[in-house]
């Protein structure tokens, strides 16, 4: 049996990375949102 | 060089990893130049250029992608050993290569498909430029800390070495950056040698062979700065380069048909002689750590998975060939006719 919690990578401060994957893709996100709904309302 | 007897199913995998490493380099590889020479578009024709780029890359970028996948499900289902250690060391490059391929991604979309203001597009296409020229040379640079043995080296003291020594220090050195540059010299070599065959303009085509010609005398300016500094950073890594001379006889053999060919404008041949150049080289770095995975700690042999795991990988592998390679063929025909 392999828990998670000694799987993990031993690089201390995964919090950055973490953080930087979840802004990265929220950002994302909005700007897809923001393209989508600017698209829309060129073709409406 | 190398014993036959000793061959079997795990160096096969390796050899498979190779080819798709190889596929990825040709084509994603071609797509990252095409994003340093959208970044440095200049001159009467600078629109036409990035046309250019933009349409040669077009909606099939994204497929280049899938080698790349290939390479990396083959090596942590293969060669778990050996991926454990890479994601472990390597974690910080991984990470911006991860972010910069995104990024890149992401941005050719937004300004393909977001807003015609010339603000917007200019902010998309820097952070495409960006994502284009940091992804290769952080690749790059993964290549020379494994190659120098620096990954292995920092492997033995995770837990006990300081966080620059075993985080930072193997892969933010002068050998690896100097291949990180080579890599990215390469891919922008690649590229501009491929625009010069999609090129309908015989100005713009006529841009891009003298981008070809001046990346050629720069990638051999970058080779040799490796190789001075390998001397020293890589002493072990320099003399097994040396050992495989026929490969490094018909990587230059087939460098210096690309430069003929190119100032003779004999764009498709240049094409083919390019390709063979980087894929030599690849191969030419391959076999010089060959049978390592990880030089000088962890061979293919060591880091194997069991048989039985190899076996259905072989199995996997041959299935999804079954359906990839014919669905590639479709989608660059598709978009041939198209275009």
Same mark, same amino acid.
């Given at each position: ?16 990375p ?8 929220l950002?994302l996100?909005?700007i ?7 698209l ?5 | ?12 995998i ?12 040709l ?9 340093l020479?959208?970044?440095?578009a200049s001159?009467p024709?600078r629109?036409?250029?990035?046309e250019l780029?933009?349409h ?8 280049n ?6 390479v990396?499900v ?14 472990i060391?390597?974690?910080i490059p ?6 910069g ?11 393909s498909?977001?807003?015609r203001d ?9 952070a495409?430029?960006?994502?284009s020229?940091?992804?290769?040379v952080?690749?790059g640079?993964i290549?020379?800390a494994?190659a ?7 492997a033995?003291h995770?837990?006990t070495?300081t966080?620059?020594a ?8 002068a050998f690896p950056?100097?291949?990180?540059l080579?890599?990215l ?7 501009a040698?491929y625009?010069?065959?999609e090129?309908?303009?015989d100005?713009v085509?006529?841009d891009?062979?003298?981008r070809?010609l ?8 970058? &080779? #040799?700065a +490796?190789? $001075?500094i390998?001397?020293?950073?890589a002493?072990? =890594? @320099?003399a097994r380069?040396?050992?495989? *001379?026929l ?12 430069v ?5 404008r004999?764009?498709r041949?240049a094409?083919? &002689? #390019?390709a +063979?150049? $980087?894929?030599?080289i690849l191969?030419?770095?391959l =076999? @010089? ?5 990880? *030089?000088?700690?962890?061979?293919i042999r060591?880091t194997a998975a ?5 076996k ?19 989608l ?8």
């Amino acid at each position: 049996m392999l828990r998670t919690a000694d799987a993990v990578t031993p690089m201390p401060g995964l919090a950055v990375p973490l953080a930087l994957f979840a802004l990265l893709y929220l950002g994302l996100g909005a700007i897809v949102a923001v393209l989508i709904r600017s698209l829309i309302r060129e073709t409406a | 060089m190398i014993d036959l007897d000793t061959l079997g199913l795990p160096e096969a995998i390796a050899a498979i990893i190779a080819i798709a490493l190889n596929a990825y380099v040709l084509t994603g590889g071609a797509d990252f130049g095409g994003g340093l020479w959208d970044l440095i578009a200049s001159g009467p024709r600078r629109t036409l250029q990035r046309e250019l780029i933009a349409h040669s890359i077009g909606p099939i970028w994204e497929a280049n992608h899938v080698w790349l996948i290939v390479v990396v499900v083959l090596l942590f289902s293969a060669f778990p050993a050996a991926f454990s250690t890479l994601g472990i060391v390597l974690h910080i490059p991984i990470t911006i290569m991860l972010i910069g391929i995104v990024l890149r991604g992401s941005a050719f979309v937004f300004r393909s498909y977001g807003s015609r203001d010339g603000a917007a597009q200019m902010r998309w296409g820097l952070a495409f430029a960006i994502g284009s020229i940091v992804t290769p040379v952080v690749l790059g640079s993964i290549v020379g800390a494994i190659a120098n043995g620096a990954v292995s080296e920092a492997a033995d003291h995770v837990g006990t070495g300081t966080f620059m020594a075993v985080f930072v220090s193997p892969w933010l050195a002068a050998f690896p950056i100097v291949v990180g540059l080579f890599a990215l010299g390469l891919f922008a070599f690649l590229a501009a040698t491929y625009l010069t065959v999609e090129a309908r303009d015989d100005a713009v085509r006529d841009d891009f062979r003298r981008r070809a010609l001046i990346m050629a005398a720069i990638v051999f300016a970058l &080779a #040799a700065a +490796a190789l $001075v500094i390998a001397g020293s950073a890589a002493p072990g =890594l @320099a003399a097994r380069v040396i050992r495989v *001379p026929l490969l490094q006889a018909a990587t230059v053999a087939s460098a210096l048909t690309t430069v003929v060919t190119l100032w003779m404008r004999r764009y498709r041949a240049a094409r083919v &002689a #390019a390709a +063979a150049q $980087v894929s030599l080289i690849l191969w030419g770095w391959l =076999l @010089a750590q060959y049978p390592y995975v990880i *030089p000088p700690a962890l061979s293919i042999r060591d880091t194997a998975a069991p048989a039985v795991t190899l076996k259905l990988l072989v199995v996997g592998v041959g299935i999804g060939a079954a359906v990839l390679l014919p669905s590639l063929r479709y989608l660059f025909g598709a978009f041939r006719r198209v275009s």
